[in-house]
Antibody, heavy 117, light 107 residues
Framework: EVQLVESGGGLVQPGASLKLSCVAS????????MGWVRQTPGKTMEWIGD????????NYAPSLKNRFTISRDNAKSTLYLQMSNVRSEDTATYHC??????????WGQGVMVTVSA | NTVMTQSPTFMFTSVGDRVTMSCKAS??????VGWYQQKKGQSPKRLIY???NRDTGVPDRFTGSGSGTEFTLTISNMQAEDPASYYC?????????FGGGTKLELK
């Protein structure tokens, strides 16, 4: 069974940095592109970016490219999202997703990030 | 960026109804569209990929259709377990973009 379990969220102050993790199981992690999607409190879905199966290539939403970094450790079957200089508009639930050829198939339950002073 | 416009935003239905919702792309996305169901408190679940292919285990009352700029998700026989928000996603070009969602509720 495919499982994606995110962690690392919480309450952070504006301007701070935060690193989210997603541990994958139930499939060969190193065979798949992976991605991050966030959902705002108002339920808007936003694609954040994705990373190639070997970690050699990444894509980002233009509005987030300068502050967010996606990486992975295939030996640990773990995907990461490094967020820097966070803003109130980054408040959202962050989902890790598996990205086979053709969209996302599996999503993690998500981790909540709240940016507030 | 490709804008995905879903309609209606909100829909009341009854068990047994045929339900149709729309997703329109601001430019040609081919068949690079998926449909996702999100029930309250849960993560999204993919129902349809490549515009018209049903994921494994998805009931055949869910049908996706369309290509280019216009896409439709149809529930042929609404069931009590189908109230949820439904989202379309285009993965034809970066940045990938989602529709705003259609929230389906039972009367």
């Amino acid at each position: 069974e495919v499982q994606l379990v995110e962690s690392g969220g919480g309450l952070v102050q504006p301007g701070a940095s935060l690193k989210l993790s997603c541990v994958a199981s139930g499939f060969t992690f190193s065979d798949y592109w992976m991605g991050w999607v966030r959902q705002t409190p108002g339920k808007t879905m936003e694609w954040i970016g994705d990373i190639k199966y070997d970690g050699s290539y990444t894509n980002y939403a233009p509005s987030l490219k300068n502050r967010f970094t996606i990486s992975r450790d295939n030996a640990k079957s773990t995907l990461y999202l490094q967020m820097s200089n966070v803003r109130s508009e980054d408040t959202a639930t962050y989902h890790c997703t598996r990205r086979p050829y053709g969209g996302f198939d599996y999503w993690g339950q998500g981790v909540m990030v709240t940016v507030s002073a | 960026n490709t804008v995905m416009t879903q309609s209606p935003t909100f829909m009341f239905t009854s068990v047994g109804d045929r339900v149709t919702m729309s997703c329109k792309a601001s430019q040609n996305v081919g068949v690079n569209v998926g449909w996702y169901q999100q029930k309250k408190g849960q993560s999204p679940k993919r129902l349809i990929y490549w515009a018209s292919n049903r994921d494994t285990g998805v009931p055949d009352r869910f049908t996706g259709s369309g290509s280019g700029t216009e896409f439709t998700l149809t529930i042929s026989n609404m069931q009590a377990e189908d109230p949820a928000s439904y989202y379309c996603l285009q993965h034809n070009s970066y940045p990938w973009t989602f529709g705003g969602g259609t929230k389906l509720e039972l009367k």
